[in-house]
């Protein structure tokens, strides 16, 4: 199967980086939201980073011409009838994972491949809500997704071979490099990332050293862009605990146990970047 037609279902960051992506890769896609502002404002963002990417020369306004006339949005899932592909990008809740993915298989042709954005949650649970378990896998982008060259194909015990190099192939057509993982709590990256963050809000909360010099240590020390604050408030830390639960109930280490001082920030509204504030300030939220 050729895969030409591309579904997104959530506009959200990862959601309108993706359709981005696609939609700059050649692919016709289409870009699904439960509400018009939210919709209107995955649209925006998408749109936003074209005008920017054009106002500083690293496209031209044809191609941007061009990107825009592939990509359009929906409040309806139903459109989604005539897409090779589908990836969801909605809230990392395994119930509405599998509700999504129950009406998906409704909707879709009996030939579209499923996908799953989801950075730690079971694959298998989501295919097993639909009829075609061997066309439904997991698809991992890494924020911003526009950017960010890794994929991680997330293969579960039905998913198919030819799913597997389908997905491949359309991972390297967006220039991206897919890595294969099986379907287990956290896949490669997080598996790995998520207990070195929590051991650094774990030095933090126990008075062993600055959030700044448990930062710098790291970047200087090891060569990291960011250092493991900066990184939690990039990534959100309502996303790095929602992670580090999912791999801790399938892997009951320590390791991957949520600090409490992470899970009173996240209680406390603060998320990081995208709310303002995180172990540090933002004065514009992103």
């Known amino acids: 199967m050729a895969i030409k037609k591309v579904g997104v279902v959530g506009g959200g960051l990862m959601g309108s980086g993706i359709a981005q992506t696609a939609a700059q890769a050649g692919y016709d896609v289409l870009m699904a939201e439960v509400g018009q502002e939210l919709l209107d404002r995955g649209i925006g963002r998408v749109e936003g980073a074209w005008k920017m990417l054009s106002g500083k020369g690293r496209i031209t306004d044809t191609q941007a011409h061009e990107y825009r006339g592939r990509f359009r949005g929906t409040l309806a899932l139903e459109e989604f009838s005539d897409r090779d592909l589908v990836i969801e ?29 989801t950075s730690s949650l079971p694959i298998i649970e989501m295919a097993a809500a639909t009829g075609r378990p061997a066309q439904v896998a997991g698809l991992h982008f890494f924020n911003p997704a526009p950017v960010m060259k890794l994929v991680e194909i997330v293969r579960t015990i039905e998913t198919s071979d030819e799913t597997v ?45 600055t959030k700044e010099d448990i930062d710098t240590g790291m970047k200087l020390g090891c060569g990291y862009p960011m250092g493991p604050f900066q990184l939690l408030d990039y990534v959100g830390l309502d996303t790095t605990l929602y992670a580090a639960e999912a791999i801790y109930k399938e892997y009951p280490d320590p390791a991957y146990a949520p600090p409490t001082l992470l899970r009173r920030m ?20 992103r």
């Open 165 to 209: 190099e389908e997905l491949r192939g359309f991972a390297q057509s967006l220039g991206k490099t897919p890595i294969i993982a099986k379907d287990t709590a956290g896949f490669v990256v997080n598996f790995l990332l998520i207990p070195y963050m929590l051991s650094a809000v774990r030095m933090y909360e126990n008075g062993l050293a």
């Open 89 to 117: 990008a909605i809230i990392e809740n395994q119930d509405e994972k599998r509700k999504l993915f129950a009406q998906l298989d409704k909707i879709t042709p009996k030939r579209a491949i499923l996908a799953s954005n």
């Open 266 to 285: 996240v209680q406390a509204g603060r998320m990081g970047m995208k709310s303002g504030k995180g172990f540090f300030e933002y004065p514009e939220k």
